[in-house]
């Protein structure tokens, strides 16, 4: 692969400039230059990390997140848990970004989910258009018959597409833990889908993966979109590209981009466009990189010391986080052959599993979480009456508290929340150990369960605190600060260790492992949860596609408001959270974003240069 050299950047004029080579980065600039008289730079912030086994190998995941040795893609959460947290993300850096980190789950929301931004405001929005762009980027392949059958792996075929670029595929490797919980699940009622990718999710199921079959290595956007289309010579990639800001001008018609100003080895250079600047940098990056051009809230601009080119208070706001918890961790029966990954703690068997996946693409290393089970919360709570009923009617006495735009939001949630079918929680079947206060013990294996929060309420924010871009963003996520998060969490939280006491569940395990039967007082049980809670890094809102009275940034054409040639096309324009991972929702939001700026090209005035 050849990518740019400082040189071919500094200075130069393309027709886009792509800020962040990540997820979505990499499709939308694979889909530009399809068209041969288009030119498009990007300019990625991390290193490229090609043909690394870190990102490559499926399970390696484990060892990615949270890891400071890979300080790209680390992030850090510090152990103090308040309402009013800040810490730091540093995710995704680097080519791929975090398609090339996550735990590789490829899901799509439901539909209910995406019909909402057609609802909050954004026409041609919806689950149609939405499936549409999973398909063009999907490309399944079904597993072995006697593996589908084994594991559960039920799909459609007509929901998924089979010719787009992003290898999909179910694991070659499922833990039987996932299969006993799935059969447990089963017994209480909770049925197995036949399909969890036409807009249904609730239910348990064995999800697809972003594995490529033929390899059994991880398939991200650099594998999908760079890689094939590289040499293309209306595209150029610089890695190590810091963005300082968008380079613009004010005049009565908005404001215009005509280029970015950047560091790159220490030095600082511009390179100039024609048609947009379109940020692609993350729900983290994206709004800082607009905040240090002049564009944002003026009361955080004139704090930070930068001068104000545009007053749009809803950058940085409206963020939400699917909130995970470290869950239940239940100890295995040594009479079971069910696999782990805490079988790697042994130094022999963990090499002779590397050795098995490269000479074999066989093993553990082929294994990653793939039980899933998405829940409404009248499925495992009695008390899901109450908990939104009194929710509802302190936002009522409390109104005056939130945004008219915020208020409008929580009202869709609410209509779903008491939608006995809808999902509020997804649970995800780890096979390893997991959690706090007692530490995993040698030789002994475990599996966990673990929860995530789908629509939190609480909502957080986003800022720059200086105008140095060297500077990481203040993040103040304000987890658990509607107090409706925290106690779904902990009705989840019970009814997950309940589990244990099931069969087939039960009769696998020994015993909690984590947090242990000696937690049982509800404050306990309540004040575990709070200490536990961790993110999931599915950070959305930052930059919500909103009409510009709701607080707003960007329009459903992915245009900032009060710009002429901004766009974003991240998950940082996803102005509500979904009951899903996230990197279906990424993909669609890149590939329709290369739809809307084509059909702007063929009418531009450019286009005939």
């Not at 059958?149 to 833990?177: E, K, M």
């Not at 290595?217 to 990639?237: C, F, G, H, M």
């Not at 019970?494 to 947090?515: C, H, M, Q, W, Y």
Request: charged fraction near 20%.
């Amino acid at each position: 692969m050849v990518f740019a050299d400082i040189a071919r950047i500094s200075g130069k004029r393309f027709n886009y400039v792509i800020v962040g080579g990540g997820t979505s980065g990499l499709c939308l600039a694979a889909r530009l230059t399809e068209n041969p008289n288009i030119t498009v730079a990007v300019l990625e912030a991390g290193p490229a990390h090609l043909n690394d086994p870190l990102i490559l190998t499926p399970a390696a995941f484990t060892r990615q997140i949270g890891n400071p040795e890979y300080d790209w893609m680390y992030k850090t959460v510090p152990q103090k848990h308040t309402d009013d947290l800040e810490y730091i993300i540093n995710s995704g850096k680097g080519l791929g970004g975090s398609s090339c980190m996550n735990f590789l789950a490829y899901n799509r929301p439901t539909q209910e989910d995406i019909d909402a931004y057609e609802q909050l405001g954004n026409p041609g929005w919806n689950w149609s258009s939405f499936e549409q762009y999973c398909k063009k980027s999907e490309r399944f392949t079904p597993g072995r018959p006697e593996a589908l059958s084994a594991y559960g792996q039920r799909y459609q075929q007509h929901t998924l597409g089979i010719d787009g670029p992003l290898a999909i595929s179910f694991p070659a490797v499922v833990s039987g833990g996932d299969l006993a919980l799935r059969a447990t699940l089963e017994s209480k009622g909770i049925h197995a889908l036949d399909s969890a990718l036409r807009g249904e999710v609730t239910g348990t199921w064995c999800s697809v993966s972003t594995i490529d079959p033929a390899t059994q290595t991880r398939a991200n956007s650099v594998t999908a979109y760079l890689q094939p289309n590289i040499d293309r010579p209306n595209l150029e990639v610089l890695t190590e590209a810091l963005v300082n800001r968008i380079i613009t001008s004010v005049s009565a018609s908005g404001v215009t981009a005509s280029g970015i100003e950047f560091t790159h080895g220490g030095v600082t250079h511009e390179v100039y466009v024609d048609g947009d600047v379109v940020l692609c940098a993350g729900a983290v990056q994206s709004p800082k990189i607009l905040e240090l051009s002049g564009i944002g809230d003026r009361r955080v601009l004139e704090l930070a010391g930068v001068d104000v080119k545009l007053d749009l208070p809803g950058v940085g706001n409206n963020v939400q986080e699917h909130i995970s918890h470290a869950g239940v961790s239940f100890e295995l029966k040594d009479d079971n052959d069910i696999q782990t990954w805490d079988l790697l703690r042994n130094p022999d068997i963990a090499a002779k599993q590397r050795q098995l996946y490269i000479e074999q693409k066989q093993g553990l290393m082929t294994m990653v979480p793939s039980g899933l089970t998405f829940l409404p919360l009248q499925t495992f709570s009695r008390n899901a009456e109450a908990i939104i009923n009194r929710h509802a009617e302190r936002l009522e006495k409390e109104s005056h508290l939130y945004t008219a735009a915020t208020l409008a939001q929580y009202h869709i949630q609410l209509a779903n929340l008491r939608n006995p079918k809808l999902p509020d929680i997804e649970l995800i079947g780890f096979p390893g150990f997991r959690g706090f206060p007692n530490t995993a013990q040698p030789g002994k294996r475990y599996y966990s369960l673990v929860p995530a929060l789908c629509h939190p309420f609480s909502r957080g924010n986003i800022h720059i605190t200086s105008n140095n871009p060297q500077d990481a963003p203040r993040i103040d996520p304000r987890y658990l600060e509607e107090e409706i998060d925290l106690d779904i969490m902990v009705e989840v939280f019970k009814f997950l260790r309940s589990l244990g006491n099931e069969s087939p569940l039960k009769d696998i395990v020994t015993k909690e492992a984590n947090p242990g039967h000696e937690l049982t007082d509800e404050d306990q049980i309540r004040q575990h949860v709070k200490r536990g809670f961790k993110s999931t890094w599915h950070t959305c809102g930052s930059l919500s596609m909103l009409p510009r009275l709701s607080d707003g940034v960007v329009d459903p054409q992915l245009k900032v408001w009060g710009t002429r040639n901004i766009r974003v096309a991240d998950l940082s324009v996803a102005p509500l959270q979904v009951a899903s991972h996230t990197q279906a929702l990424v993909y669609s939001i890149a590939e329709k974003a290369a739809d809307i700026i084509k059909s702007e090209f063929k009418r531009s005035a450019f286009f005939a240069v």
